[in-house]
């Protein structure tokens, strides 16, 4: 299973990621987006990473690619990067 993170870091708050993927992505009271558990818990710990459902991988992947601040990075079940900075900058 895929799975996703955000670097709060580089987050400029656009909130394109919550729109393409609510189930995943939502905003905390500081403005920026984080990741939200399978129990739909937001996880603000750093670097906190959660599974994507095969359903919403699209979703995920499309919000990684049009997010201003190329802050979400997304994994394949083996770790490869599939969307995000890291797999821009292996391909």
């Known amino acids: 299973m895929a799975s996703v993170r955000i670097d709060q870091d580089l987050c400029t708050g656009d909130g394109l990621c919550v729109q393409y993927a609510p ?43 049009e997010c201003p601040g190329n802050c979400i990075y997304v994994d394949g079940a083996d770790g490869t990067p599939v969307a995000g900075p890291e797999a821009a900058a292996a391909s």
Not at 36 to 51: P, Q, V
Not at 56 to 61: H, K, P, S, T
């Open 23 to 65: 189930e995943i992505f939502e905003f905390d009271i500081d403005g920026l987006a984080y990741v939200k558990g399978a129990d739909g818990e937001l996880l603000t710990g750093a670097g906190a990473r959660t599974d994507v459902p095969a359903s919403l991988r699209l979703d995920v992947i499309d919000a990684a690619v």
